[in-house]
C-alpha cells in the first residue's frame, strides 16, 4: 500500500457514527478520505451509540473543545427490568425483575425527578480516567473504584412513547451527562431495575442532523473527488458561533496575528472571550479574550497569509 499524502484541510464536518465503531476508528475513517493531516472527534460515543459526531479537521482542532462543552441532545430506548454489567445491553444480566404496572401519570412523575439538575455518580464501564486509565480498564479487570457523584443539567425528558417494557426517551442536556446512568436510576426509581438498549445522539451544539453524513456517504463522496468532499467543511468558526463576534481593521488584524493585543473598543463583559475577524476579508481569525482596554490574542488560527496581511 502507498503511504498516505497528508494535506492541509481545515473544517468540520458532522458525521452519522454507525453502531460497532468506536469513536475513534469513526474519526480515522474520515481522516483518511479527507488525507487530513490532523484530526479530532470532540466528545467519544460507545461503539453501542450511534448518531452524530463532529468531527475537527486540521485548525479545528483548535475549537474543538467547545463543541465537547456544548450542550448535546439524544433520544434513547432503556429495557427495563434487567440490570446489566455494562449498564447496557452488550453487559451480563445480573438481575431479571417484574415490571410494575404504572399508568402514564405514575410514570411522569418518576421522570420527572430526572429533569433540571439533577447529580449523578459516572459509571465504571466510561471513559473517566482515574490514575490515568479509563474507568472501564478497571471494570474489565473486575476492580470498582470510588467515583465522586458530578452534577448535571437536563434541560428536557420527554417520554416518547413506551411498551411493557421499554422506554423511549428523548433528552437533551449538559456536558459531562451519563445517558446509560440515567437508564440505570429510572430503572432503580421504578423499583425493577434497567439498562441502555440503545442511544442515538441527535445533536451537539444546535448542529442541525440534517448535515450529517454516514461513513458509506462519505466515502461516495470521496470517489468524486477531495473538491466535491470538501464541499462539505463546516468553517471552524461554526464551533464558537455563541461567543460575541468583534471585527478587527487592518493594522490590528497584523497586530493580533503576530500575537499582540489592540484596543479593546467593545462593550462587551470583561475576561470574556470573542471571535476575531478581519474587517476587509471577513476571514476568521481565531478567539481573544477582553481585558480591561485590550484584546488579547487568546486561540488563533494558523495562516500562511501572515506576511501578507
Known sequence: MSKTKWRSVDGIVLLN?????????????????????KAGHTGALDPLATGMLPL???????????????DKRYVTCIQLGKRTTTGDRE???????????????QLELVLDCFRGEIEQIPPMYSALKHEGKPLYEYARQGIVIERKRRRVTIADLTLLSRTEDTLTL????????YIRTIGEDIGEALGCGAHLH???????????????????EFERI?????????????????????????????????EMLFGRSVSNLTSFTDGSLVRLYDQNTQRFLGLGVLKDTIIRPHRLVNTSELANV
Open 198 to 216: 440503545s442511544l442515538y445522539r441527535v445533536s451537539t451544539a444546535g448542529y442541525s442532523p440534517d448535515r450529517m453524513l454516514t461513513l458509506e
Open 56 to 70: 475537527c479537521l486540521g485548525e479545528a482542532t483548535k475549537f474543538s473543545q467547545f463543541l465537547l462543552d456544548a
Open 91 to 105: 453487559g451480563e444480566i445480573l438481575t431479571d425483575e417484574e415490571i410494575p404496572a404504572l399508568t402514564d401519570e
Open 222 to 254: 470521496a470517489e468524486q473527488g477531495e473538491a466535491e468532499l470538501d464541499a462539505y467543511l463546516m468553517t471552524m468558526d461554526t464551533a464558537v458561533e455563541h461567543l460575541n463576534r468583534v471585527e478587527l481593521l487592518a493594522e490590528d488584524t497584523r
Open 170 to 177: 428523548d433528552i437533551q442536556c449538559t456536558k459531562g451527562t
Open 17 to 37: 457514527k454507525p453502531i460497532g465503531l468506536s469513536s475513534n476508528q469513526a474519526l480515522q475513517r474520515v481522516r483518511r478520505l479527507y488525507r487530513a493531516a
